[in-house]
């Protein structure tokens, strides 16, 4: 099999100017499609919703893992794509769409990754990816 060397993620079209022209450097997500990630490997941002593909990227200079979305904002600042209050609504609607639970007492909690980013750059043209990018992401490999 191929050689993992980066991610790709879907990014809705609204937030990806934050990456190019306002200098946010910090991707948070849940965490899925992680456990090949490396520092040193590749984001390329998907562009969903509206004119979809390959809009830019950058290298990965640190992955952080946590339960708590929000502590990425004591960590990183306002570097965090996102606001606190988008990430705030973004748990409340997660927790809102879990299916019902045979044990709810056990609540299942997935845990959120932060991807401190360098070297982004915007590409001049949109590039339509060979594959489907799902809502989870997918390695990129060579």
Same mark, same amino acid.
């Given at each position: 099999m191929?050689?993992?060397t980066g @991610?790709?993620?879907p990014?809705?079209? &609204?937030?990806?100017?934050?990456f190019? &022209? =306002?200098?946010?450097?910090?991707f948070?997500k849940?965490a899925?499609?992680?456990k090949e990630l490396r520092s040193?490997? /590749?984001?390329?941002?998907?562009q969903?919703?509206? =004119? $979809?593909g390959y @809009?830019?990227?950058?290298?990965? /200079?640190?992955?952080?893992?946590?339960?708590?979305? *929000?502590?990425?904002?004591?960590?990183?600042? %306002?570097? @965090?794509?996102?606001?606190k209050?988008?990430? /705030?609504?973004?748990?409340?609607?997660?927790?809102?769409w879990q299916? @019902?639970r045979?044990?709810?007492e056990?609540?299942? /909690?997935?845990?959120?990754?932060? *991807?401190?980013?360098?070297?982004i750059?915007e590409? %001049? $043209?949109? &590039?339509?990816?060979?594959r489907?990018?799902?809502v989870?992401?997918?390695? *990129?490999?060579?």
């Amino acid at each position: 099999m191929s050689e993992i060397t980066g @991610v790709t993620f879907p990014v809705p079209k &609204k937030y990806i100017p934050r990456f190019f &022209k =306002d200098g946010k450097t910090v991707f948070i997500k849940p965490a899925t499609v992680f456990k090949e990630l490396r520092s040193g490997m /590749k984001l390329v941002f998907y562009q969903s919703h509206e =004119d $979809t593909g390959y @809009v830019g990227e950058a290298t990965i /200079k640190r992955i952080v893992i946590n339960d708590n979305p *929000l502590a990425f904002f004591e960590t990183f600042g %306002d570097a @965090v794509f996102l606001t606190k209050e988008e990430a /705030k609504a973004y748990v409340e609607n997660q927790e809102r769409w879990q299916g @019902v639970r045979v044990r709810k007492e056990v609540p299942r /909690k997935r845990p959120w990754m932060a *991807l401190e980013l360098e070297g982004i750059r915007e590409y %001049d $043209t949109v &590039k339509k990816p060979e594959r489907f990018v799902p809502v989870g992401g997918r390695y *990129l490999r060579e």
